[in-house]
């Protein structure tokens, strides 16, 4: 059983600064795209940035130049640094992991349970 713990969410100013962390634990072989997700009260999920396991990474239009994604494969972690946050990043972030059980496998989609970042006016 593969698990995604997301940490890091809370409430801060608009133009502060967060950073979130989200580690895989269980038995597997390895991780290909790490990402985050975030879905807002009636809106869809959505992508905001990914990252692959050798360092190529997707961002947001959005959030492109305010937010940094990272990820340490030693440990099976990853992180979001949102700067110059905006109360429209206001949501909850999913992380999310395309995990292989053994060599040949195809990378299954894994999910965290989300953490709230809240951004005030």
């Known amino acids: 059983q593969v698990q995604l713990v997301e940490s890091g969410g809370g409430l801060v100013q608009a133009g502060g600064s967060l950073r979130l962390s989200c580690a895989a634990s269980g038995i597997f072989f390895s991780i290909d795209a790490m990402g985050w997700y975030r879905q807002a009260p009636g809106n869809q999920r959505e992508l905001v940035a990914t990252?692959?396991?050798?360092?190529?990474?997707n961002f947001a239009d959005s959030v492109k130049g305010r937010f940094t994604i990272s990820r340490d494969n030693a440990h099976n972690t990853v992180y979001l640094q949102m700067n110059s946050l905006k109360p429209e990043d206001t949501a909850v972030y999913y992380c999310?992991?395309?995990?292989?059980?053994?060599?040949?496998?195809?990378?299954?989609?894994?999910w965290g349970r989300g953490t709230q970042v809240t951004v005030s006016s």
């Open positions: 999310n992991a395309a995990v292989r059980m053994y060599r040949a496998d195809y990378g299954r989609n894994y």
């Open positions: 990252i692959t396991s050798g360092g190529s990474t």
